[in-house]
């Protein structure tokens, strides 16, 4: 007889890394999924029937230098009641700030990675945007600190707007890359209403970077004068680039959204942006669930959706091996959802609005095989 400390029933589990949407069980045992054939007994049963059973999300874009930044969150009251069991900080620190960032996160239960902003001292406050101006970056630092950290950090941030690099174009971009080539990792490249025409910079980019805010609607978009995606878009997806959905509050437009996937693209992950002002706060952000649930307004499947929160963000960072799946032997880090029937308005950056019916909502969160977060009245 087989007795494991939680044992998940009767719950739709979608594993998009082992193409699972199939009603089934998930056991944990010593914070590590096993295999749920014989298992007869647990200390903790949950019965999860009407609710989709994921691996625990991943918010890829995010900002949670608390006490560091006036408008960055906390990472465990933001992250585990709204199932996301791992975030990345989107280069809220440069090399300034960022080992008190580390020492502060190291405290957290959430899983955390990191991209490290070029500005020294990365994005401290909104009163005024930081400086794109590579005199300014500390390259040698840099190099150091993807090094030295590399546990942590995962690639080098930039942020390419005119109102933030003014007449510099695409210099930031190219020095970023530059450093990045010698450091061997990606850059994330933050573009709203960029400087200079979408098809130029998105040439830019190598295989591996990251073009954050993908359905951004200021300024030049992914959509052409035609009304389609770029051709040089799409051959960028194709070639291995990252496009993010990271929808903040000021970096995504329906009518860019709705004009790509009807085109048949989709962005490769979808993530917050979240900071001090979206979080918990309606009708733009709120949460990665709230931001899931957008997508099922625009006709994407809550397979394609899950996806994007769970495997594709999980590889990216490699750790497929442990993360993003339920695969035996992984770290047991799930969240259980049920979607509601619920009428909701979303709105985007230029105060478009689209009116929804469903909203997925978190019941349960357990990072590493331990209940973080549980709804009062779930099973």
């Known amino acids: 007889m087989t007795s494991v400390d939680i044992l998940i029933k009767?719950?739709?589990?979608?594993?998009?890394?082992?193409?699972?949407?199939?009603?089934?069980d998930v056991a944990i045992s010593n914070g590590k999924i096993i295999d749920s054939a014989g298992v007869e007994s647990a200390q903790?049963?949950?019965?999860?029937?009407?609710?989709?059973?994921?691996?625990?999300?991943i918010d890829f874009h995010a900002h949670f230098n608390a006490q560091g930044s006036e408008f960055a969150v906390q990472p465990e009251a933001t992250f585990f009641p709204t199932g996301v069991t791992t975030a990345v900080?989107?280069?809220?620190?440069?090399?300034?700030?960022?080992?008190?960032?580390?020492?502060?996160?190291?405290?957290?239960?959430?899983?955390?990675?990191?991209f490290l902003h070029v500005n020294p001292v990365g994005i401290s406050t909104l009163n005024y945007p930081e400086s794109q101006d590579p005199r300014h970056y500390s390259e040698a630092r840099m190099l150091t600190f993807m090094e030295k950290y590399s546990d942590q950090l995962i690639g080098l941030k930039?942020?390419?707007?005119?109102?933030?690099?003014?007449?510099?174009?695409?210099?930031?971009i190219r020095k970023t890359i530059e450093i990045a080539e010698k450091a061997g990792c990606p850059i994330a490249c933050h573009s709203s209403n960029p400087p200079v025409p979408t098809k130029e910079f998105v040439k830019e980019f190598r295989p591996g970077d990251i073009f954050a805010h993908v359905f951004h609607g200021k300024g030049s978009t992914i959509i052409g004068e035609d009304g389609h995606v770029l051709p040089e878009v799409i051959e960028a997806q194709?070639?291995?680039?990252?496009?993010?959905?990271?929808?903040?509050?000021?970096?995504?437009?329906?009518?860019?959204?709705?004009?790509?996937?009807?085109?048949?693209?989709?962005?490769?992950?979808?993530?917050?942006d979240i900071g001090l002002k979206t979080d918990y706060k309606l009708p733009r952000v709120f949460s990665l669930p709230f931001v899931m649930s957008k997508y099922l307004v625009l006709g994407m499947s809550i397979k394609d959706i899950i996806e994007r929160v769970t495997t594709t963000p999980a590889g990216y960072?490699?750790?497929?091996?442990?993360?993003?799946?339920?695969?035996?032997?992984?770290?047991?880090?799930?969240?259980?959802?049920?979607?509601?029937?619920k009428k909701r308005v979303f709105e985007d950056a230029l105060n478009d609005t689209r009116e929804g019916n469903q909203l997925f909502k978190t019941e349960m969160t357990i990072r590493d095989g331990v209940v973080v977060y549980r709804q009062i009245d779930f099973s």
């Open 10 to 24: 009767n719950g739709r589990v979608i594993d998009c890394y082992n193409n699972v949407d199939e009603i089934k």
């Open 44 to 57: 903790q049963v949950i019965d999860a029937a009407g609710c989709i059973v994921t691996p625990g999300l």
């Open 89 to 114: 900080d989107a280069g809220t620190c440069g090399v300034a700030n960022y080992e008190s960032f580390r020492a502060k996160i190291m405290f957290q239960r959430v899983r955390v990675k990191a």
């Open 158 to 172: 930039v942020r390419h707007s005119k109102e933030i690099v003014g007449d510099l174009g695409v210099t930031p």
């Open 238 to 272: 194709k070639n291995g680039i990252i496009f993010d959905a990271a929808n903040g509050n000021s970096n995504f437009g329906f009518k860019t959204a709705i004009a790509a996937l009807n085109d048949g693209f989709k962005p490769d992950i979808i993530s917050t």
């Open 317 to 341: 960072l490699d750790m497929e091996k442990e993360i993003g799946s339920l695969t035996v032997g992984t770290c047991a880090d799930v969240a259980i959802h049920r979607i509601i029937d």
